[in-house]
T-cell receptor, first 114, second 112 residues
Framework: KAGVTQTPRYLIKTRGQQVTLSCSPISGHRSVSWYQQTPGQGLQFLFEYFSETQRNKGNFPGRFSGRQFSNSRSEMNVSTLELGDSALYLC?????????????FGPGTRLTVT | GNSVTQMEGPVTLSEEAFLTINCTYTATGYPSLFWYVQYPGEGLQLLLKATKADDKGSNKGFEATYRKETTSFHLEKGSVQVSDSAVYFCALSEWGAQKLVFGQGTRLTINP
């Protein structure tokens, strides 16, 4: 069974631009979560989607948004990029288990904002 | 809110040494607890998990026991190898939510 895939793996953008990152979950997984990883703030939860609906959202500004498609693939978008948005963005998928099942992570997209 | 605190790193050990990485948590309800490992340039891999008090998770020689009375989930391994060098994250999953709260991570380096 293929793991979680994320595209692109690396991205360089300029301040003020916008960016879209893509995530394909493990087959059969309907929950997709996004995390931001930075040296200063560590791993922080962005949002989680299940059956095309956002169920949970972390404490990030409205410039960060996402969506999920009917095949469970997910995208996240960051508009009006700032230097502080430079980070590794990780996508994770999981089966729906009450109480929280384990999440399986992709390799991440490394975003650099200049 | 819920939080996870890990011991400060980095940690450097010699091969075959005993490893302990401390992890404590604050949570309402009954969280599940996890240890994830991140190798250089890669995403996170699940190392082990425990879903209720007194459960012991184990994998690849690593172990951790869910201690509700001390709100802890310390990671241990009896004899580390150079290949165990990585960053280790303790995390909890809030009840009813597919959301992980992570500790700050502990960088482990094993010297031959």
């Amino acid at each position: 069974k293929a793991g979680v895939t994320q595209t692109p793996r690396y991205l360089i953008k300029t301040r003020g631009q916008q960016v879209t990152l893509s995530c394909s979950p493990i087959s059969g997984h309907r929950s997709v979560s996004w995390y931001q990883q930075t040296p200063g703030q560590g791993l922080q939860f962005l949002f989680e989607y299940f059956s095309e609906t956002q169920r949970n959202k972390g404490n990030f500004p409205g410039r960060f948004s996402g969506r999920q498609f009917s095949n469970s693939r997910s995208e996240m978008n960051v508009s009006t990029l700032e230097l502080g948005d430079s980070a590794l963005y990780l996508c994770a998928s999981s089966l729906e288990i009450a109480g929280g099942g384990e999440q399986y992570f992709g390799p991440g997209t490394r975003l650099t904002v200049t | 809110g819920n939080s996870v605190t890990q011991m400060e790193g980095p940690v450097t050990l010699s091969e075959e040494a005993f490893l302990t990485i401390n992890c404590t948590y604050t949570a309402t309800g009954y969280p599940s607890l996890f240890w994830y490992v991140q190798y250089p340039g890669e995403g996170l891999q699940l190392l082990l998990k425990a879903t209720k008090a007194d459960d012991k998770g184990s994998n690849k020689g690593f172990e951790a026991t869910y201690r509700k009375e001390t709100t802890s989930f310390h990671l241990e391994k009896g004899s580390v190898q150079v290949s165990d060098s990585a960053v280790y994250f303790c995390a909890l999953s809030e009840w009813g939510a597919q959301k992980l709260v992570f500790g700050q991570g502990t960088r482990l380096t094993i010297n031959p």
